[in-house]
């Protein structure tokens, strides 16, 4: 037969679309072309499975003309993964190998010239939406890769070593007579159903600092965003690393989303598997690294924080355009990337940790050091965050400087099992009443279920008025206050409970007016 389809995935985003690689062989002058909006990493593949097929032993048609196309044309390929489903495209067209039987698998992989398979990007992301999809089929992979996508319940993945693992898999029925036993390169991957025990660095290391634990204990509780203010060296960073311990473990559901983008991004290892991620990148990051971008487009930063933690630290000192693209983000938890040929969609259900000095020499009002700089030089340095994007950020902490005596005298803080607990059972309360986090409450949600009392309302009016709060600000301090509230255990938001949260609004405010 000279014509043979085999099947295989493109990733769009999260999307895997399906791809037929047609190969054809015809008598003609020897040639082998390949169409269909292949990318230059898809293209190179004409050389990779000729070395590969001509090194595993096996006979490759040069006499021949052959044409490959990936269907459909005006979806883009990226990538090496269609290596694997050309080979075995031209090894069925040339009658090597049983077309037939490969109906019902899909295959992807990256060739070496030796015939070796090589792990691809996105394999998770690929088993998730043929899950999501209610695709019946068996995935053909190559080790590392067949582990992640197995991570998906009820995914029928094989794991293949090398090119003629899979040929062996599929000879005619009359070459397989001798034996019918697949080679020892060939294997059914066992779905893993099991969440792993995450590790996170402990919050006990942290000495002293009580009123910034006790901010992000309150943001662990409702999923708010959260601004640490201080000078050099006070454990701002330190606070940070430690937060994604206080959160409650991840779901199945979670993991595998924020898995399948990790695993888009290349970043995805079995050892971070239920996780929750930390990203932190660079202040030199532009909008495009922090957002994601490029064609096709790839998650940038937020989408790979997606149901963990963006860490911005030194947070004036990044470019003022990827500041600003964090702003939607924050609100919808969702980030679209569109472009010229394509567009794709990715989720971005972050917390925002950020941390900032609170001038450039960073030792505005500190006891221990004098700051070098002039009331310009502060204004210039805060106001390269913009009102909108402070307004969306929930709590604003000063973290001060912490004494040497402190330091080396007290015991160890409390440790972030217990803090957990607390947050945990906040969470469960805030969900059983009203089915989401107290962050993500929105409209008449967040009126039905704040139940501000009387005079906490009044006393809301009043402060709100006087400290000329946006609407903004105004509903994020209610959150917050709902959420100090469930921690407290208390079915009504009260006085107590907003004027705690009015607090964790004012580090700012309170630097600019010094």
């Known amino acids: 037969m000279s014509l043979a389809l085999v099947q295989s995935r493109a990733l769009l985003g999260l999307e895997a679309a399906a791809v037929t690689v047609e190969v054809h062989l015809a008598n003609g002058l020897p040639s082998f072309t390949l169409v269909g909006l292949a990318d230059v990493e898809v293209k190179e593949a004409r050389e990779r499975v000729r070395s590969a097929i001509q090194n595993s032993g096996l006979e490759f048609p040069n006499n021949k003309r052959i044409t490959v196309n990936l269907a459909p044309a005006d979806l883009p390929k990226d990538s090496g993964r269609f290596d694997l489903p050309i080979a075995l495209g031209i090894l069925a067209a040339s009658g090597q190998i049983d077309a037939a039987q490969l109906a019902g698998y899909e295959f992807a992989g990256e060739l070496s010239l030796s015939g070796e398979l090589r792990a691809v990007r996105g394999a998770l992301a690929m088993s998730l939406a043929l899950h999501a999809n209610h695709v019946s089929t068996q995935l053909v992979l190559p080790p590392g890769s067949a582990e992640e996508a ?130 932190h990148p660079h202040h030199t990051a532009s909008a495009v690294a922090l957002v994601g971008g490029g064609s096709p487009p790839r998650p940038g930063e937020i989408s ?39 567009r794709a969609e990715f989720p971005a259900r972050f917390q925002l940790i950020a941390a900032m000095n609170p001038c450039p020499c960073g030792y505005l009002g500190s006891t221990q050091k004098t700051c070098r700089c002039t009331p310009d030089q502060v204004a210039r340095y805060q106001g390269k965050l913009s009102g909108p994007l402070i307004d969306r950020i929930d709590l604003h902490v000063e973290v001060p400087a912490v004494n040497t005596a402190e330091l080396m005298n007290a015991p160890p803080g409390e440790s972030s099992a217990s803090i957990q607990t607390r947050c945990v059972a906040a969470r469960e309360q805030a969900i059983q009443r009203q089915g989401m986090s107290n962050q993500a409450l929105q409209g008449q949600e967040l009126d039905k279920h704040l139940l501000l009392d009387d005079a906490a309302a009044k006393f809301l009016n009043l402060a709100a008025a006087r400290l000329g709060w946006s609407a903004r600000s105004t509903h994020r301090a209610l959150k917050v206050a709902r959420t100090i509230a469930d921690l407290g255990g208390s079915h009504q938001t009260q006085v107590t409970h907003v004027a705690e949260a009015m607090q964790y609004r004012r580090a700012l405010q309170t630097r600019h007016d010094q």
């Open 304 to 342: 790979l924080a997606h149901n963990g933690i963006l860490f911005l630290d030194e947070l004036p000192e990044f470019p003022r355009a990827a500041l600003e693209a964090l702003r939607e983000p924050l609100e919808t938890g969702r980030i679209t990337i569109s472009r010229a040929a394509n």
């Open 150 to 279: 197995a991570l998906v319940p009820d995914a029928q993945v094989y794991r293949a070593q090398h090119l003629l693992d899979v040929f062996g898999h599929f000879l005619p029925q009359t070459a397989q007579s001798a034996s019918t036993e697949p080679g020892p390169g060939w294997s059914r991957i066992t779905p893993e159903t099991q969440l792993r025990a995450a590790s996170y660095p402990d919050m006990a290391d942290v000495k002293g600092q009580l009123g910034a634990k006790r901010a992000l204990e309150i943001a662990a509780a409702g999923g708010h965003s959260l601004l640490l203010m201080g000078p050099p060296g006070a454990g701002k960073s330190m606070l940070a690393e430690r937060f994604a311990g206080l959160l409650p473990a991840m779901t199945t559901v979670e993991a595998l989303q924020s898995a399948a983008i990790a695993s888009l991004g290349g970043r995805f290892t079995l050892a971070h598997w239920a996780q929750r991620p930390t990203c």
